[in-house]
């Protein structure tokens, strides 16, 4: 495969990606499928080593074990022609306090040596433009709010067109202005084409503009894939309201029902392949009164809080 040319069709891609820290291991075998054109939801618990992860894949650290190749080409031997057409939000640049967002962006520009100078006036205002601080550009840096601050950051990474981008958290500590703000220019600079790798630990953040999501816990990839999949791969339950909690519970199982559980006067299961039409005349030919039926899918969220265990914040 060579640069520049159209024939990958994963943005990203790792097999067996691992990092250990001493005897920690961060990062265990991760196999990422990043399609083109995709807007990738990475997310996980904090620690769960979604920076870890993102870390690797850039060549900002070396991983322990594993491959990956980012834009068809192999990481980190191609890493020259590659990282230029990558986009990149990590830790952030370090920004000038006293200098204003255009300055600042500008003595970052010059600094990039695939940079023409030409040019830069015009890329630094575009980047400007695209992240809706053409206004502000004039205004020091340490005036900016946290998602000021933010945008910045992002347009420090558009000053060049990028196939590619990676966003370690870039909705983090924002209000929740400022996070519609980040997510409506990932959206926007999706549909122009880029592919968008965006982490974050909230997937309340993030689920509105994913296309595909890669869940990490403790480590592991968890679940990857489009996001309608994974939602499907969550369990469908049945709930019966009635007054024979008990009876409910064992004609449940004898049906197929797994996963049985008593709640104050209903009676919750996993559905797994029971028909749901045999399920009432059942309980009615036991003698069980059915006051209320009702069969749902988990919801996106639910599947969240299962894959990552508990204290997963998906309120937002
Ligand atoms: N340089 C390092 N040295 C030792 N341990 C590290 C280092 N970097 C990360 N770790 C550990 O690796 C694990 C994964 O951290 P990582 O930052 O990748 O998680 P994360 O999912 O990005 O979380 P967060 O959202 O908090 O950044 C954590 O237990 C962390 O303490």
Do not use: W
């Not at 000038?96 to 520009?109: E, F, I, M, V, W």
């Not at 601050?149 to 983090?172: F, H, K, M, S, Y």
């Not at 004609?251 to 797994?272: A, F, I, K, M, W």
């Not at 036991?286 to 809080?305: H, Y």
């Amino acid at each position: 495969m060579t640069s520049g040319l159209p024939g990958y069709e994963a943005a990203i891609r790792s097999r067996g990606l691992t990092k250990s820290f001493g005897d920690q291991t961060a990062v265990q075998s991760v196999d990422l499928e990043v399609p083109k054109g995709a807007v990738y939801g990475f997310v996980g618990p904090n620690g769960s080593g979604k920076t870890t992860t993102i870390r690797m894949l850039l060549d900002l650290i070396r991983a322990s074990g594993g491959e990956h190749e980012l834009l068809g080409l192999p990481m980190p031997a191609r890493s020259g022609e590659v990282l230029g057409r990558v986009g990149s939000l990590v830790e952030g640049p370090a920004f000038h306090p006293y200098l204003s967002g255009h300055a600042n962006l500008t003595r970052l520009d010059a600094a990039d040596r695939l940079s023409d100078p030409r040019t830069a006036k015009r890329r630094v205002s575009a980047a400007l433009d695209r992240v809706g601080l053409l206004a502000a550009g004039r205004k020091p840096y340490r005036a900016y709010s946290l998602g000021m601050r933010q945008r910045l950051a992002i347009a420090a990474a558009l000053r060049e067109p990028r196939e590619l981008l990676v966003l370690d958290e870039p909705t983090n500590g924002l209000d929740p202005q400022g996070t519609r703000e980040v997510r409506s220019l990932v959206a926007s600079l999706a549909t122009a084409g880029a592919t968008v790798l965006i982490s974050s630990h909230l997937l309340s953040e993030v689920q509105q503009i994913c296309t595909h999501l890669g869940v990490m816990r403790a480590g592991k990839l968890v679940a990857q894939g489009p996001l309608a999949e994974i939602r499907a791969q969550g369990d469908t339950r049945v709930s019966v309201e009635t007054d024979r909690v008990e009876d409910a519970a064992r004609v449940l199982r004898s049906l197929g029902v797994t996963e049985v559980r008593l709640d104050g006067g209903r009676v919750q299961g996993v559905l797994n392949d029971v028909v749901v039409a045999r399920i009432v005349p059942a309980l009615v030919e036991n003698q069980v009164p059915v006051l209320g039926f009702g069969v749902a899918a988990q919801s996106l969220e639910d599947r969240f809080v299962e894959l990552t265990g508990e204290g997963f914040d998906v309120s937002g």
